[in-house]
């Protein structure tokens, strides 16, 4: 596949996101528009871990749209028993598989059992279902990837580097972990987390680094 068409597909992972406080309520219906052509569906708690995973699939070359594959962000991971239970007869035939951050794996687990998707007692169990943990999650496997001197060189394209080194002068960031002062600084603002989400993933597969959760969702799926 030729560059143009790479392009194209990853300007395609993006046309649906929104933004704004009303965001996860419209990505979530966005998505949710398309579940009669769906083949399979993966299952992410919100729009960056969305853009992610469709960028991920665009740079591996993979039309999602045309595999009828369709990512729905659910609004948070307290939200995988209820969006599991409202697809009714529909989950019985449709592919599921999803990413979680690792302090929500239990709640995914716990979720995932009582719908009668399947009885994973652990992690193992979770991921022959088709479902992934990012530890801690998925910005700080991004991070990990790309390597901090590499995130650095991003939030410097984008203008963002002094933003940056004003948050690690704070008293409570002074001195941490730089990959712990990234994970905050891509947290805080309204839409940062999501609009990194796909120069990082970017960044990662040029390094050949994809975070391990991310690749095997995409094999899965």
């Known amino acids: 596949m030729d560059l143009a068409t790479r392009r194209a597909l990853a300007r395609r992972a993006l046309e649906g996101y929104v933004s704004g406080p009303t965001a996860p309520i419209e990505a979530t219906a966005r998505a949710l528009a398309k579940l009669d052509s769906a083949a399979a569906l993966v299952l992410v708690e919100g729009i960056s871990d969305q853009i992610a995973v469709e960028t991920a699939a665009a740079a591996r070359g993979r039309d999602l749209a045309a595999e009828q594959v369709v990512v729905v962000p659910i609004g948070g991971a307290h939200a995988i028993g209820r969006f599991l239970r409202g697809l009714g007869p529909l989950g019985g035939w449709m592919r599921l598989t999803g990413l979680c951050d690792l302090h929500e794996e239990e709640v995914f687990r716990r979720g995932l059992v009582a719908t009668g998707v399947g009885s994973p007692p652990d992690r193992a169990g979770m991921e022959r279902l088709g479902f992934y943990t990012c530890v801690e999650d998925l910005e700080d496997e991004l991070i990990r990837a790309v390597g901090t001197t590499g995130v650095e060189a991003l939030f410097d394209s984008q203008g963002d580097l002094g933003s940056f080194r004003s948050l690690q002068s704070q008293p409570a960031w002074r001195g ?35 975070p391990r959760p991310l690749d095997a969702l995409l094999t899965a799926v």
């Open 176 to 210: 941490r972990d730089p990959q712990a002062q990234m994970r905050r600084f891509l947290g805080s603002g309204a839409t940062r987390k999501s609009r990194y989400a796909r120069l990082l993933v970017e960044a990662a597969i040029a390094r050949d680094a994809l």
